[in-house]
């Protein structure tokens, strides 16, 4: 049998824009056992649902010359938010001493923002990164997937 290579007690936190999970290996090196800690979803509507009005415009220079605007895109505000709430979260459970091992799985643009708004006590404690939509796969996929990129990242 091939070594998951993640530490006992390790946390994984598997996220997109609107769902989260944070998971706990209670298995050992050799036989990964993730289990649900944690899970945090918002509702967070299509762009096109937050628009109220038609987007705006603005005059230019020059006679009836006018440009449109674009509207803000609370969707992706959501997200970014969401994102930053995981960050808080994981650093108030690092200063609780809660884990010593995280890895992250995280489509791109959420594993952006989580960099940017990660204090450097979790950055710390940061194994391994992948980035992956893997919010709505089964355990055992999470598991396999995992087990394979951290023997990659090992080889």
Known sequence: MAKSGLPQNAWVLIADGEKALFLVNKGDHEDMNLTVLRKDEQENPKAGD???N???RMNDTGVQQR???DDTDWHELEKERFADDLAEHLYKQAHKN???KLVIVASRPVLSELRKAMHKEVESRIIHEVPKVLTNHPLDEV???LSRSL???AA
Request: net charge negative; glycine share 6%.
């Open 50 to 52: 937050w628009a109220a």
């Open 54 to 56: 038609k987007p705006g």
């Open 67 to 69: 440009s449109a605007l």
């Open 98 to 100: 809660a884990f010593d």
């Open 143 to 145: 598991e396999d997937l």
């Open 151 to 153: 023997e990659e990242k």
